[in-house]
T-cell receptor, first 114, second 114 residues
Framework: AQSVTQLGSHVSVSEGALVLLRCNYS??????LFWYVQYPNQGLQLLLK??????LVKGINGFEAEFKKSETSFHLTKPSAHMSDAAEYFC????????????FGQGTRLTINP | GAGVSQSPSNKVTEKGKDVELRCDPI?????LYWYRQSLGQGLEFLIY????????KSGLPSDRFSAERTGGSVSTLTIQRTQQEDSAVYLC????????????FGPGTRLTVL
């Protein structure tokens, strides 16, 4: 079975500061990994994905994530936070073969302080 | 083209009533997914359709929940004899079945059971 743990249900940073959202996964088979963002009253939007190519993945809006197999982690970072980054962020895992469903973490709400 | 659309955007119903939620996937996407987002349970997979294959119903929480996909396009999620614990946002997603098949999400239907 697969699972995802996001450390910290709420993260608050100052505008211009580094954003770090943590994600650890558990999977018995090689996974695909995703980060989605959800703005209030909207659906999920894909930020970036890891598909077993480069371990450092760049996404939209200046976000990137690094796949570390030894740590079973896929943390999301952005060097300089912007007010528009305030949203909820979800890490998700999916099997490469077999079941197509996404298994999500509990989400991290990111607040940006002016 | 247009994204995934869902209707209604909001639904309020009384306990014990049946409800139908609709999803229009992106044209040409052969895979369709339903997820549920609730405060207590986070984002949960419900059901997955792929072409003419038998759907993966492994996430449906009870036999009160069912879904169909007509003509390989529009899908309807039906909840019979609704209970208060069914209150949640129901999200639909679609994808091409090209690994890794990014899932595109609709805005969701917010269901409130009184």
């Amino acid at each position: 079975a697969q699972s995802v743990t996001q450390l910290g249900s709420h993260v608050s940073v100052s505008e211009g500061a580094l954003v770090l959202l943590r994600c650890n996964y558990s999977s018995s088979v090689p996974p695909y990994l995703f980060w989605y963002v959800q703005y209030p009253n909207q659906g999920l939007q894909l930020l970036l994905k890891y598909t077993s190519a480069a371990t450092l993945v760049k996404g939209i809006n200046g976000f990137e994530a690094e796949f570390k197999k030894s740590e079973t982690s896929f943390h999301l970072t952005k060097p300089s936070a912007h007010m528009s980054d305030a949203a909820e962020y979800f890490c998700a895992v999916r099997q490469i073969q077999g079941a197509q469903k996404l298994v999500f973490g509990q989400g991290t709400r990111l607040t940006i302080n002016p | 083209g247009a994204g995934v659309s869902q209707s209604p955007s909001n639904k309020v119903t009384e306990k014990g009533k049946d409800v139908e939620l609709r999803c229009d996937p992106i044209s040409g996407h052969t895979a369709l997914y339903w997820y549920r987002q609730s405060l207590g349970q986070g984002l949960e997979f419900l059901i997955y359709f792929q072409g003419n294959s038998a759907p993966d119903k492994s996430g449906l929480p009870s036999d009160r929940f069912s879904a169909e996909r007509t003509g390989g396009s529009v899908s309807t999620l039906t909840i019979q004899r609704t209970q208060q614990e069914d209150s949640a946002v129901y999200l639909c997603a679609s994808s091409l079945v090209v690994t890794p098949g990014e899932q595109f999400f609709g805005p969701g239907t917010r269901l409130t059971v009184l």
